[in-house]
């Protein structure tokens, strides 16, 4: 009987060394979560000189659609700055609104918007990054360059394979204000890209997004697809490339407030 116990007693500490190895410690991986974005956030940069026109359609929750084209410029200025333009071309009542991005740093960048109807440029609040790009479910921060890495914490939570490609997945979490409280990221391995991304307001998501269509232009991969859902509304939001071309190298006039107010001509 004492043998009996005593083999049950060392298999018993077998598990538990086990346990211990290999169920409550860290997995390691190649690099931190810093150095995941650190490599995201260096192949944003180079995209920064561009020039997309896409498509976009809203589905709403009733099965309705709304088809939206539009013409993105962008152009990266200092090793931190960079300007954006957008200009929607139809349909009828969204021709010519615009919206302009002047980024001074990585954190620091003023937005404005333009409505044809109105003949006035507004002033977007910084505050209001995160809020809905005029009715669709991207937000005005999605159309912006990288951000600032030292505003954000990053863990690396496992890797998964997404649409055959080996990923990091990554747990973002703001230091600054953002409607947001976390994300997760599904990240390509030696692509460095978003392929799957989750928002959370605490511990419920509301935003979700894939990327997929993957296609390398001028040495940059892009993705040609772009989803992003509103998980509360069940709105969804399909962004469609059309046509890419990078190193544009836009002059800076292109990118003024008159440019807006002029849709960019």
């Known amino acids: 009987m004492n043998d009996q116990i005593s083999k049950y007693i060392c298999l018993l500490s077998s598990v ?6 290999f169920g409550f410690t860290s997995p390691t991986f190649a690099l931190s979560g810093r150095e995941v974005y650190e490599k995201v956030h260096e192949v944003r940069s180079k995209a920064l000189d561009r020039k997309t026109e896409a498509t976009m359609v809203l589905f709403d929750k009733g099965g309705g659609k709304r088809t939206r084209t539009l013409i993105e410029y962008s ?24 919206f302009l991005i002047h980024a001074h740093t990585f954190a620091e960048r003023d937005l404005w918007a333009y409505f044809p109807e109105y003949k006035r440029v507004r002033r977007i609040a910084s505050s209001s990054q995160d809020d809905s ?19 954000y914490r990053f863990s690396i939570l496992r890797e998964e394979v997404v649409d055959g490609k080996p990923c990091y997945v990554v747990e973002v979490t703001p230091k600054i204000r953002r409607k947001y409280t976390r994300y997760i990221a599904w990240v390509a391995k030696d692509l460095w890209i978003h ?3 989750e928002y959370y307001q605490d511990k419920d998501i509301y935003r979700s997004g894939d990327f997929s269509d993957v296609r390398t232009i001028e040495g940059i991969p ?13 709105h969804r939001t399909e962004l469609t490339i059309q046509k890419i071309q990078y190193n544009t190298h836009f002059s800076d006039d292109l990118f003024s407030q008159r440019s807006l107010e002029r849709a960019g001509k």
Request: proline content about 9%; glycine content about 6%; aromatic content about 12%.
């Open 222 to 234: 892009t993705p040609f697809k772009l989803n992003m859902e509103n998980r509360k509304t069940d």
């Open 16 to 21: 538990i060394c086990l346990l211990v190895v």
């Open 195 to 197: 392929l799957k991304i």
């Open 133 to 151: 790009f005029f009715g669709s479910d991207f937000s005005y921060d999605d159309f912006g360059g990288p951000p600032n890495l030292d505003d």
């Open 75 to 98: 152009k990266k200025a200092d090793p931190e700055a960079y300007k954006v333009l957008v200009v929607f071309t139809a349909p009828p009542d969204l021709k010519n609104v615009g």
